[in-house]
């Protein structure tokens, strides 16, 4: 493997070495030990849970390409997930509010646990029921577990603050430690051991296994609306409802799509972008890399969130800019540095400033997921979080099956610049919720002003009215 991937990997590990250790007592939130027990624990399954899915992200594309299946053809399997993820998984992720949040968990490890087994045939068939799977199980994943923790957060009374030191370590070590970790692992097994591109889903499925036996023996099961006479239909309804009379619901959803989307899209072109010409490139540890760099994002997330300033609606507007810029570079160097013919061979020089802009967009998805999480647990109703939730991922699979059904029909530097575009808007977006939520904070001090003057007004013609009265009743009688 080239110096280049083992300099990029020391020169992160390095920084967020670095950024953890510079740590003041104004960077870190003091909690409870009764706290500390409930995150450790959530801590523990949400990990187990990445771990899952990380180890299959690195090589679901390669191992289709193992099958004999084409660009055009494993495009279609990525669509079937998304799709899937879109129309089944939204109604199974929606039942979660009314059915418990713990077992929309559990049925998340067996739904994947089943496309994981599908990875072992070359049917094209069996691959597709897998993605069917899949994408019902992405569903719950990234609406189920953030529900449960905040219903389970409030419902024990912890103080809301607290909330985002538990987003943050989430993604430092699910999104970041254990994607490393897996990455690494995966490599591992399919290069050292030498046990196929499947060896890592058969892997996945047991961390699954074992945070679904975490899960039944030690979590308690929450609801968002369990009234009986509220059926799915009218679930749908009223988080539509919510998102279109609440105008910081409808741009946290438009936002979350527009940057998801652009970073699913990544996931498909990054292997293509750095080898156009076949060359080797080493999947495993470079998604390692990636990790790496999402876990410097994650660590940067938790300063900006444990002060007052700046808040998190005003620092995403430059998390979003940026990630804009480091998806142009494959644009820019396509015109700034001559591409290379030759076949195979290591990774070539427009390849390494790629690899270096993709770290860039990974800090910033860092940044992003417990930035995001923040901000729904600060707007989404607790009633309807898992339906709206869910709904937020329905025009993201929308953009995402476009992107990959006309994945052939446009140049790949086309694609990257189509998820730039929609980064700035993004970026624009999130400065109108930024105006909507200073204004709104500016009126609720002046709002409760009014109703403490109301009260004590209240109160003061009370106290004269009883001292009118007492009076009355101390004069003397006339007669």
């Keep these: 493997m080239e110096a280049f991937y ?96 713990r077992r929309a968990c559990v049925t998340y490890c067996i739904t994947y646990i089943l496309s994981c087994i599908t990875k072992h045939s070359p049917q094209y068939r069996v691959l597709m029921i897998g993605r069917v799977l899949g994408g019902i199980a992405t569903s719950l994943l990234f609406s189920s577990f953030e529900s ?13 603050q607290w909330l985002s030191l538990t987003f943050s370590k989430a993604i430092f070590l699910g999104n970041g430690l254990v994607a490393i970790l897996s990455g690494l692992f995966g490599n591992f097994l399919v290069d050292t051991f030498q046990l196929g591109p499947v060896a890592p889903f058969d892997a996945a499925a047991c961390f699954l296994a074992i945070g679904m036996a975490i899960i039944l023996s030690s979590w308690t099961e929450n609801y968002g609306d369990p009234s009986e006479n509220k059926d799915l239909i009218a679930q749908f309804r ?7 009379s609440d105008e910081k619901i409808a741009l946290l959803g438009a936002i979350q799509s527009l940057f998801e989307g652009s970073m699913y899209t990544f ?50 507007q430059i998390v979003f800019i940026v ?16 591409p290379s013919k030759v076949k195979g061979g290591g990774i070539s020089l427009s390849g390494c400033l790629q690899m ?12 992003f997921w417990p930035s995001i999480m923040k901000m729904r647990s600060q707007y989404i109703p607790e009633e ?84 009118k009265e007492r009076d009355n009743e101390a004069e003397p009688l006339n007669i």
């Design 6 to 101: 083992y300099l990029v990997f020391a020169a992160l590990s390095a920084v967020v070495f670095g950024v953890e250790l510079s740590k003041t007592t104004k960077d870190r939130i003091n909690t409870s030990p009764a706290f500390n027990s409930f995150k450790n624990n959530y801590l523990v399954v949400y990990s187990l849970m990445m771990a899952g899915d990380w180890l299959q992200g690195p090589y679901v594309y390669f191992l289709y390409t193992t099958y004999g299946f084409g660009k055009g053809e494993i495009g279609q399997l990525f669509i079937a997930g998304f799709g899937s993820s879109m129309l089944f998984g939204t109604i199974v992720g929606s039942l979660a509010d009314k059915q418990g949040r």
């Design 238 to 244: 009223g988080a539509a409802v919510a998102i279109a």
């Design 384 to 467: 309807a979080r898992s339906t709206i939730m869910n709904f937020f991922r329905i025009p993201l699979n929308i953009f995402v099956c476009v992107v990959l059904y006309n994945v052939n029909a446009f140049p790949i530097t086309v694609m990257f610049g189509m998820c730039s575009i929609f980064l700035v808007v993004a970026s624009i977006l999130q400065r109108r919720l930024l105006v909507i939520a200073e204004k709104q904070s500016k009126s609720f001090p002046s709002t409760l002003q009014l109703l403490l003057n109301l009260d004590i007004n209240a109160v003061l013609k009370t106290e004269v009215w009883e001292m």
């Design 356 to 367: 270096l802009g993709f770290c860039t967009f990974e800090a910033c998805v860092g940044i």
């Design 323 to 338: 990630s804009s810029a480091s998806l142009l570079l494959p644009i820019v160097t396509s015109f700034l540095v001559a």
């Design 148 to 160: 449960w923790l905040v219903a389970e957060h409030n419902k024990r009374g912890f103080d809301q």
């Design 267 to 316: 996931v498909f072109l990054w292997t293509p972008a750095l080898s156009p010409n076949d060359e080797e490139i080493p999947h495993g540890f470079i998604f390692a890399t990636f990790m790496l760099a999402s876990m410097l994002g994650s660590s940067i997330a938790s300063r900006l969130m444990a002060r007052s300033s700046p808040r998190v609606e005003s620092y995403m």
